[in-house]
T-cell receptor
Framework: DTGVSQNPRHKITKRGQNVTFRCDPISEHNRLYWYRQTLGQGPEFLTY????????KSRLLSDRFSAERPKGSFSTLEIQRTEQGDSAMYLCASSPTSGGASGANVLTFGAGSRLTVL | AQRVTQPEKLLSVFKGAPVELKCNYSYSGSPELFWYVQYSRQRLQLLLRHISRESIKGFTADLNKGETSFHLKKPFAQEEDSAMYYCALKGRSNTGKLIFGQGTTLQVKP
């Protein structure tokens, strides 16, 4: 297990197209998060999964955004009918549920998927 | 409201000089705070968390509840410390969700 893996690393699409990003978290981590980061800003929370259950969604997550984690392992983030304002880095992070040196509140991030909408 | 403020977008110092990256938070209750770092072309990674009370790469951060601050300090900056630094607050929910500040770029000049 080499950490949190995200694919694709870069995606260029035309406005109106749909895109999907995939995140493979650290295998023993139950918690999975999606964040969005735009230039000059810190990561902004989008949504959270505990195993397969999506337990929290930000108001930033419009109806065009949907995330799944069907078997409690990998997760996908789909953006439908992309807009230029969706251009950003989409970050995935995971964490264990509790305890340990890498505790429940320590997030391990992936390298991100950069989306450019033309 | 839960919020993290990093007032400086850029901090530029010379090698060997002391460094202080400022972080202020807004939170009622007992906060849990973190510093994350992103080196060039690398992913965001944890630098330190206040509950660990440890020093990582010479950096320390003390939680000051009176001033609602969690400033990151290092007595002697090194060129390899040049990176983007984010202060983060664990939100009130029990999800482990973090609220990040806007980040400060630290530039250590030779």
């Amino acid at each position: 297990d080499t950490g949190v893996s995200q694919n694709p690393r870069h995606k260029i699409t035309k406005r109106g197209q749909n895109v999907t990003f995939r995140c493979d978290p650290i295998s023993e981590h139950n918690r999975l998060y999606w964040y969005r980061q735009t230039l000059g800003q810190g990561p902004e929370f989008l949504t959270y999964f505990q195993n397969e259950a999506q337990l929290e969604k930000s108001r930033l997550l419009s109806d065009r955004f949907s995330a799944e984690r069907p078997k409690g392992s990998f997760s996908t983030l789909e953006i439908q009918r992309t807009e230029q304002g969706d251009s950003a880095m989409y970050l995935c992070a995971s964490s264990p549920t509790s305890g340990g040196a890498s505790g429940a509140n320590v997030l391990t991030f992936g390298a991100g998927s950069r989306l450019t909408v033309l | 409201a839960q919020r993290v403020t990093q007032p400086e977008k850029l901090l530029s110092v010379f090698k060997g000089a002391p460094v202080e990256l400022k972080c202020n938070y807004s939170y009622s209750g007992s906060p849990e705070l973190f510093w994350y770092v992103q080196y060039s072309r690398q992913r965001l990674q944890l630098l330190l968390r206040h509950i660990s009370r440890e020093s990582i790469k010479g950096f320390t951060a003390d939680l000051n509840k009176g001033e609602t601050s969690f400033h990151l300090k290092k007595p002697f900056a090194q060129e390899e410390d040049s990176a983007m630094y984010y202060c983060a607050l664990k939100g009130r929910s029990n999800t482990g969700k973090l609220i990040f500040g806007q980040g400060t770029t630290l530039q250590v000049k030779p």
